[in-house]
């Protein structure tokens, strides 16, 4: 709108409509006192800041003696404050236009040019940081839309109840036969509460160079220990069970993922720190939000239960043909769980390859939806239960190179006690050495060594002169959690080692996870002997710096790592023969 408009064209300039409101810094439209643009102390505020440059421009004409129009022209001027007088048409340029002297007041001063531009900046930036604020909010929002997707379960004390970067991870991670979200109707069993269908658990080295993901067979006959779960009534104890299914230690009777988490540390030895668990749907969420994963087939393949249908080669898949993929259990091998176990492994190698390829880290849109996927699919301890633990969970697992990842199965061989082999039983001859390794971090694959200044200061002290078995000295505490274990490694030591200057300390302040002994500068011949003895690995050897008096005793800690007296703390160097190996970084086509 301008001033012809709302008949003020005679005298005004439609540019001095618009005035700055300092209280808003907009500008805005005033036309006179009534016209509503501004507050009343804006308005005041104004008036009283411009009258003195009117009333100054006015006393000019009429001290020069200038015509009627202009003197009511400068009356107007006078009554809308903020508005100047405009030339009449034909009034000659220079000094005065009315005959007199200019005044300074007559006239509007053309800005600087630095306050435009300063002014500019600061307009900018304004815009600018409420960009910034916008997107803060939005991705805040987002952040805790992704925290409100997590499905979590208190564990009831299993577990480590947290994890440390400079310590070795156990996750558990397991695959439910549940019949949950859209289109699953059809699979698993009807009844099912969601039991240990597939179950992996993934132990991360102390120092991330390596990974091993062992599978625990579903129909692997074990003890289930008593379980400690929370209701909404309170906490309760599910009793334990003598060989039964593996797969039954969740779900069957009210057991939760702690149950599976118990009885996987019954069974290897090692204390697991956090489950994460899936049903059919995260397969299919997950697979398709990175654009599939690439599998290799030996043979064409027509699985009518599972509907998996590919010809040989290569194929990229997800959704439902990854669901059916993983499922199958008449497509490859001999048509057992075993063969369908080593199929799953194929396939999450190549998941993890993909999650971690640059077509997917580089994706904002493909990180986003798997972030969407994964959140929604996935069902975590409250000891992880939020995004910024998950993340931290993640950037710490992301340290392996895919290279150093491998697959295995828990050694297994049939059940001795079945005439029709449908079960199978833990193989110890090989399966004790498999969980020593993990225990120790020492991977299935070759991995080139971090030079490291305590392994090195730690492996020298495993040189030098041996003391003779009945000079050695040492005192023998328990942190294995393992009831009897100090006096069964005293009785071993005298008995059959000849370490007659044993005794036994009973528990230890708290369990440790590594077995550990401390001695003194001139205990060094002393340790090396037990060492020697024990099978222990020189991260287990702890020398302090003053010398001990000659008849103080070592101090032997026994941890985790311990089972049994006689049995080599140390891992073996390699696995033993015949154990099943699959690398995350190389792709093998079932067959």
């Not at 990229?316 to 008449?330: P, Q, S, Y």
């Not at 699919?377 to 931290?392: P, Y």
């Not at 090989?430 to 020593?436: I, V």
């Amino acid at each position: 709108m301008d001033a012809h408009s709302r008949g003020r064209a005679d005298d005004i300039d439609p540019a001095d409509q618009w005035v700055l409101n300092p209280q808003t810094g907009n500008y805005e439209l005033r036309l006179d006192h009534s016209a509503g643009q501004s507050s009343p102390s804006a308005q005041s505020s104004r008036s009283t800041g411009r009258r003195g440059a009117a009333t100054s421009r006015t006393s000019s004409s009429r001290a020069s003696g200038a015509a009627g129009p202009a003197s009511s022209a400068g009356s107007r001027t006078a009554g809308v404050p903020g508005q100047r007088r405009r030339r009449a048409p034909g009034a000659p340029d220079g000094p005065g236009r009315g005959g007199g002297t200019p005044s300074a007041a007559g006239r509007r001063k053309r800005k600087p040019e630095k306050s435009r531009k300063k002014k500019a900046l600061m307009w900018t930036s304004g815009a600018t940081a409420g960009a910034v604020v916008a997107l803060a909010i939005t991705a805040f929002a987002y952040y805790e839309h992704l925290n409100g997707n997590i499905s979590t379960v208190d564990i009831a004390g299993a577990g480590s109840g947290g994890f440390k970067k400079d310590q070795a991870i156990n996750i558990l991670v397991i695959g439910t036969d549940k019949r949950t979200g859209d289109g699953n109707e059809g699979y698993g069993d009807k009844n099912s509460a969601g039991h240990a269908d597939t179950t992996i658990l993934f132990h991360v080295s102390k120092d991330r160079t390596n990974a091993t993901a062992m599978s625990i067979p579903r129909d692997l006959m074990t003890d289930i220990p008593d379980c400690e779960t929370k209701t909404s009534d309170g906490t309760k104890v599910i009793p334990g069970e003598q060989r039964v299914r593996f797969n039954t230690s969740l779900g069957q009777a009210g057991r939760d993922p702690g149950c599976t988490m118990r009885t996987v540390k019954e069974i290897t030895g090692l204390t697991v720190d956090h489950f994460m668990m899936a049903d059919f749907n995260a397969v299919k969420t997950l697979t398709t939000a990175i654009g599939g994963v690439e599998v290799c087939v030996a043979k064409d393949v027509d699985d009518k239960r599972s509907k998996l249908k590919l010809t040989k080669g290569k194929h990229v898949i997800e959704g439902e043909d990854a669901l059916a993929f993983v499922r199958t259990r008449h497509a490859f091998g001999n048509e057992s769980d075993l063969d369908r176990i080593k199929t799953q492994q194929q396939f999450l190698g190549s998941m993890i390859r993909k999650m971690k390829s640059s077509e997917t880290l580089t994706s904002p849109s493909k990180m986003l939806d798997l972030a969407e996927a994964a959140t929604e699919a996935l069902t975590v301890d409250t000891g992880i239960g939020s995004i910024k633990k998950l993340q931290d969970l993640g950037s710490e697992l992301a340290k392996v190179n895919p290279k150093n990842i491998t697959f295995t199965t828990l050694p297994v061989v049939d059940n001795p006690a079945e005439t029709v082999k449908a079960t199978v039983v833990v193989n110890q001859e090989k399966a004790q050495p498999l969980f020593s390794m993990m225990q120790n971090d020492i991977s299935l694959t070759e991995v080139k060594k971090k030079e490291k200044d305590a392994k090195s200061a730690q492996a020298a002290l495993l040189k030098g002169a041996r003391a003779d078995a009945s000079e050695v000295r040492v005192d023998v505490y328990n942190g294995s959690g393992r009831t009897g274990g100090a006096q069964a490694t005293i009785n071993w030591l005298q008995n059959d080692q000849g370490v007659l200057k044993s005794s036994n300390k009973s528990n230890a302040p708290q369990e440790i996870d590594r077995t550990t002994l401390e001695f003194a500068p001139n205990q060094a011949d002393q340790a090396r002997k037990l060492a020697d003895l024990m099978g222990l690995p020189a991260t287990a050897l702890k020398q302090g710096t003053a010398d001990a008096g000659e008849t103080e005793p070592m101090k032997l800690t026994l941890g985790g790592d311990f089972k049994g007296a006689g049995v080599p703390i140390a891992g073996p160097a390699k696995a033993p023969d015949g154990v099943q190996k699959v690398v995350a970084d190389k792709q093998v086509c079932a067959e």
